[in-house]
C-alpha cells in the first residue's frame, strides 16, 4: 500500500538556522506530492504541492522538489521564524477515482526559538 | 477567503452515547472527506463523499459511523455508539477535483 515517511521529531532550531524535515513515499505509481502545516491550534493547512517529477512547490519561504529517483519530498526553509513553529506533515494522493484520498506521515514538530 | 468551517470545536460525551460533528465545506466544492487524529498519531482517513454517496472509506469507518449531507451545505459524521478509542480529533475537508483538500480546524472529541 502507500505510504509516507516522515524524519521524527521534535526538531528545534533557533531562528535563522536552515531547516530540512525528509520525507519518503512509498506508492505505486506517481502520486501528487504535499506538505500541510499545523500551528497550534489549528487545523490543517496547504502550504505546497507538486505533481509531478522534478517539480518544485514554494511557499512562504519554504521549498520542496518531488525527487522520483529517490521517492523523496524533502521540505527546506533556508532562514526559520519563530512563527513557523507548527507540527509538518507530508502527504501523498492519488488523481485516479473520484476520491482525493491523502496518506500522511506522522507529522514533525517544529519548535523555533527566538 | 473560504473556509472549511466545523462544529462543534469540542465535543465531551459518554461511552455509548451518539455524537454528530459537524462541517460546512467550502461552497463550490464536490468533494467532501473526514479524516481523525488521534493525540500522538498520524492524521487518518475515515471516509470519501462524492455525489450524495461514499466514494471510498477505510477499515476504521465501520457500521457505527455515518455520513450524510441533509441540506446542500452541511456535511455531517454521526458516530452511532461511541467508544473511548474514538476520542481524537476529527477534521473535515472539502476539494474541487482538484487534488488539493482544504481543512478545516477540527471538532476534538472526548469519550469519557
Known amino acids: 500500500g502507500n505510504s509516507v515517511t516522515q524524519m521524527e521529531g521534535p526538531v528545534t532550531l533557533s531562528e535563522e538556522a536552515f531547516l530540512t524535515i525528509n520525507c519518503t513515499y512509498t506508492a505505486t505509481g506517481y502520486p501528487s506530492l504535499f506538505w500541510y502545516v499545523q500551528y497550534p491550534g489549528e487545523g490543517l493547512q496547504l502550504l505546497l504541492k507538486a505533481t509531478k517529477a522534478d517539480d518544485k512547490g514554494s511557499n512562504k519561504g519554504f521549498e520542496a522538489t518531488y525527487r522520483k529517483e529517490t521517492t523523496s519530498f524533502h521540505l527546506e526553509k533556508g532562514s526559520v521564524q519563530v512563527s513557523d513553529s507548527a507540527v509538518y506533515f507530508c502527504?501523498?494522493?492519488?488523481?485516479?477515482?473520484?476520491?482525493?484520498?491523502?496518506?500522511f506521515g506522522s507529522g514533525t514538530q517544529l519548535t523555533v526559538l527566538p | 477567503e473560504p473556509e472549511v468551517t466545523q462544529t462543534p470545536s469540542h465535543q465531551v460525551t459518554q461511552m455509548g452515547q451518539e455524537v454528530i460533528l459537524r462541517c460546512v465545506p467550502i461552497?463550490?466544492?464536490?468533494?467532501f472527506y473526514w479524516y481523525r487524529q488521534i493525540l500522538g498519531q498520524k492524521v487518518e482517513f475515515l471516509v470519501s463523499f462524492y455525489n450524495n454517496e461514499i466514494s471510498e472509506k477505510s477499515e476504521i469507518f465501520d457500521d457505527q459511523f455515518s455520513v450524510e449531507r441533509p441540506d446542500g451545505s452541511n456535511f455531517t459524521l454521526k458516530i452511532r455508539s461511541t467508544k473511548l478509542e474514538d476520542s481524537a480529533m476529527y477534521f473535515c475537508?472539502?476539494?474541487?477535483?482538484?487534488?488539493?483538500?482544504?481543512f478545516g480546524e477540527g471538532s476534538r472529541l472526548t469519550v469519557l
Open positions: 461552497s463550490n466544492h464536490l468533494y
Open positions: 502527504a501523498l494522493s492519488f488523481s485516479s477515482g473520484s476520491a482525493r484520498q491523502l496518506t
Open positions: 475537508a472539502s476539494s474541487e477535483a482538484s487534488r488539493v483538500l482544504f
